[in-house]
């Protein structure tokens, strides 16, 4: 069994500037390995190729970003929920947003066990987020459209979630797979959830 090879790290340019967390020629948020050069400690070695944690970490943060944008989402709407829907709704909403926001760490924290940053700012959720985010203070859709968007927005992290687990799979990353196969039972239970009220 060959030994894994450690972790590319960022590295200084000829003019001295670090290139951790650079984006790519395409603009797309490209997460940076971590440890940087220079760091002290060993080099990752879980039995998974630096290849293989690179393309995991790089789904991983799109879920993430799926997942942030959608607890957003439902955070908004449990605020600005009106109509004879509101008490309903409201406690649907936060339920959902509350649990929502405890997986967002699990994630994040999935990301760097595999040696990578994970992405934690509003521009490189917008540029690896597939979900649209809704703004709440200069209007606010009427509480079936609401709904309507969280069943679209739960429907679209499951296929995030998926893309996920096949790169996991292929690397046999156990773990990834386990927090994607729960990650994916939540949000097809919340999609039926919510779709149910609109038939």
């Given at each position: 069994m060959s030994k894994a090879k450690p972790a590319k790290?960022?590295?200084?340019?000829?003019?001295?500037?670090?290139?951790?967390?650079?984006?790519?020629?395409?603009?797309a948020v490209v997460p940076a390995a971590s440890p940087a050069a220079g760091d002290n400690g060993p080099a990752i070695d879980i039995g998974i190729s630096d290849k293989d944690r690179g393309k995991i970490a790089k789904e991983l943060s799109k879920f993430l970003a799926d997942s942030y944008t959608l607890y957003l989402k439902t955070h908004n709407f449990h605020w600005n929920i009106t109509g004879p829907m509101f008490n309903s709704l409201h406690a649907m909403f936060m339920t959902q947003y509350t649990e929502q926001?405890?997986?967002?760490?699990?994630?994040?924290?999935?990301?760097?066990?595999?040696?990578f940053n994970a992405p934690g700012s509003y521009g490189e959720f917008i540029k690896l987020a597939s979900i649209k985010e809704e703004p709440g203070a200069t209007e606010a859709?009427?509480?079936?459209?609401?709904?309507?968007?969280l069943?679209?927005?739960?429907?679209?992290?499951?296929?995030?979630?998926?893309?996920?687990?096949?790169?996991?799979d292929d690397a046999d990353d156990a773990p990834t797979e386990d927090l994607a196969?729960?990650?994916?039972?939540?949000?097809e239970k919340y999609a039926w959830m919510l779709r149910s009220l609109l038939q």
């Open positions: 790290s960022a590295q200084s340019t000829k003019t001295g500037k670090s290139t951790r967390g650079a984006r790519s020629t395409t603009g926001w405890q997986a967002l760490d699990e994630i994040a924290e999935r990301i760097r066990a595999l040696g859709p009427d509480w079936r459209e609401m709904v309507r968007q069943v679209i927005g739960n429907e679209a992290v499951c296929r995030t979630a998926r893309k996920v687990l096949d790169v996991a196969t729960q990650r994916l039972q939540t949000h």
